[in-house]
């Protein structure tokens, strides 16, 4: 099991009703971590409508999860 | 019939209100004014009204032409009674019908105002005492919340001081004089626009172009601060241009009063040295990634989601970074959400205004800056922010180059022009051999029924959906066109090419109606 820290923006931090959790996750990678936090959130976005940053750096999906690794999910918006 | 009528008998009101019943509108708002037992502290019996009536009947169904145009109601009537009246009766009965009823009070408002100070109608008082003297309607002037008067009143000869910004070491007279030579144009002047307009025409920036197709609502007041009360159903870039006149009389403003498209953008690009982004449409915004990478010219792009922004800027230099390196496609319709839909705090796009404002001047100065290829996030609830570096090799570059992904992007688009159509009537769209889906919301349909037969499907379920758009000529509609058209190009990516979008939505089709009306 890896334990990472989790940041939310926008509609998936509105759908996961937090801004950040910490989580231990089976998931190998981050697209694996990403399917996995949509089924217990209920994200409406595809991945592939989403960046995702790791560390504060953009990253690939299939960057495998560190121990400690800070993965943000960052949807586009449109508000203005 | 006339909309406006003077009549010296009693009339009958429920004829009136009968006159304004139609099934697309959802609200009704009626004032009647009744005379009443006293003026001015004197008591009064009853009064005599006179009216010259040829001239008070044109004057009467302008006001009423203008308060239809001024808020989008559907129609509106007013009747002014003359002769001998007695306390308790009526004097003047205004009645509006609109599809929501904040347009209808405001524009029920607008009428009696305008009535009360533009006819030529007179009053004869007669007093308790046996007494009687004749009174002016208009004698009150007052200068109404919609009067657009105050904007335009000459002042004081003006020199701008930028004193405050010149002491600024990297600033100085040199910066000053780039930045009365510069030419910026801001799409949107909302919430972000609102900041970055009245910053960089303080700043004294030389000339800023203003593109806003939407007139101010309400709504928009919590977070558009160079707009009031009584600037409401009025053209924002136009209000917006007043606002700078008043701001800063040395700043030359260009107006749009319609969006940009894939025809004229890569040429109005051209006019300007740099762009800043501030709508609240997915769509402007790709087009303006677009047009920045073909033309070179810097673009600075914001977004806000109700605590929370993003703010991006693009230097449109070879090697660069852009908005599709991040997200290659504009999100589905839907997808992401507006501040309509999901709601924001006011200071929200205010902040993020601020810093396009600043990141404006910073490149108009050349002031030291690290914030080309970065996307910028921030939230204000808990005052986090993330800077996170974009690596351009892993955006477009793997499919060439910025500057190739927003060639074909363009082409794209260029295609899609044309396929919102124009109808008068949605009954010619189906005798066209259209079918028609309704893709607004289950509870905007509810306040606004469409009155044709159609399918309901909202945009944010077109996704899901696409596989019922197949096989038929479809004509989509919604309020404005801009849900409809994006659904349209979405589906097309798809292959769906028997998809077409109603131009303007349905306010086009009533604002056509009351033409012809």
Not at chain 2, 38 to 64: F, H, M, Q
Not at chain 2, 246 to 251: E, Y
Request: glycine share 10%; charged share 25%.
């Amino acid at each position: 099991m890896t334990t990472v820290t989790l940041q939310y923006f926008a509609q998936l931090r509105e759908q996961a009703g937090a801004g950040a959790e910490q989580l231990s996750t089976a998931a190998g990678s981050l697209r694996e971590l990403y399917t996995e936090l949509a089924a217990r959130h209920g994200f409406s976005l595809p991945a592939d409508a989403l960046k995702v940053a790791v560390n504060a750096q953009f990253s690939d999906w299939s960057r495998p999860l560190r121990d400690g690794d800070t993965v943000v999910f960052i949807p586009p918006v449109n508000g203005g | 019939m006339s909309r406006f009528d003077i009549s010296g008998e009693p009339v009958d009101l429920s004829a009136l209100r009968q006159a304004l019943q139609d099934a697309g509108s959802g609200g009704f708002c009626s004032f009647e004014g009744w005379v009443r037992d006293s003026n001015e502290g004197r008591a009064v019996d009853g009064l005599d009204y006179e009216a010259y009536e040829d001239l008070a009947r044109a004057e009467g169904e302008l006001i009423i032409q203008e308060a239809i145009d001024r808020y989008g109601v559907a129609d509106a009537r007013c009747l002014h009674r003359t002769g001998s009246l007695r306390i308790g009766d009526l004097a003047v009965w205004v009645g509006v019908a609109a599809a929501h009823r904040d347009e209808a009070f405001r524009a029920c408002r607008y009428i009696i105002d305008e009535i009360k100070h533009r006819l030529p109608i007179w009053k004869k008082e007669h007093y308790l005492d046996g007494d009687t003297a004749w009174v002016a309607c208009t004698h009150v002037h007052r200068e109404h919340e919609h009067d657009p008067v105050h904007h335009d009143r000459p002042g004081p000869p003006f020199a701008p001081d930028y004193s405050r910004q010149t002491r600024l070491r990297e600033v100085g007279a040199a910066g000053q004089a780039r930045l009365a030579a510069a030419r910026v144009l801001v799409i949107g002047a909302g919430g972000l626009g609102c900041p970055v307009l009245s910053y960089l025409a303080g700043a004294g920036v030389g000339m800023l172009g203003v593109v806003d197709p939407d007139r101010l609502d309400a709504s928009n007041l919590h977070r558009q601060t160079m707009y009031d009360a009584r600037d409401i159903g009025e053209l924002k870039a136009e209000l917006a241009k007043r606002r700078i006149a008043a701001l800063n009389p040395t700043v030359a403003v260009s107006v749009w009063t319609e969006p940009l498209h894939p025809g004229n953008v890569i040429e109005v690009f051209s006019e300007f040295d740099l762009v800043v982004e501030c709508t609240d449409d997915m769509r402007s915004r790709y087009l303006s990634n677009d047009a920045a990478i073909l033309t070179g010219t810097p673009l600075i792009l914001a977004s806000v989601y109700q605590y929370e922004g993003q703010l991006q800027v693009i230097s449109a230099k070879p090697g660069g970074s852009c908005l599709r390196c991040l997200w290659p496609d504009e999100p589905a319709p839907g997808v992401t959400g507006s501040c309509a839909e999901s709601g924001v705090l006011g200071p929200v796009p205010g902040v993020l205004g601020a810093m396009q404002a600043a990141e404006a001047l910073k490149l108009l100065l050349d002031l030291p800056r690290q914030d080309d290829g970065v996307l910028f996030l921030y939230n204000l609830l808990d005052h986090t922010s993330q800077r996170l570096p974009i690596d351009a090799a892993a955006g477009c570059a793997s499919h060439g180059s910025c500057v190739e992904v927003a060639q074909s992007a363009m082409a794209r688009a260029r295609g899609d022009v044309g396929l919102s159509l124009v109808f008068e009537r949605l009954d010619d769209a189906v005798s066209a051999g259209f079918s028609l889906v309704d893709v607004r919301d289950p509870e905007e349909i509810a306040t606004d029924p469409l009155g044709a037969p159609a399918r309901e499907i909202p945009a944010s379920q077109i996704v899901a959906r696409q596989a019922e758009f197949a096989g038929r000529t479809i004509l989509l509609v919604c309020a404005t066109g801009r849900r409809s058209d994006h659904a349209v190009s979405f589906l097309r990516e798809k292959g769906l090419l028997n998809v077409r979008s109603l131009a303007g939505g349905l306010n086009a089709l009533k604002r056509s109606a009351e033409v012809s009306s």
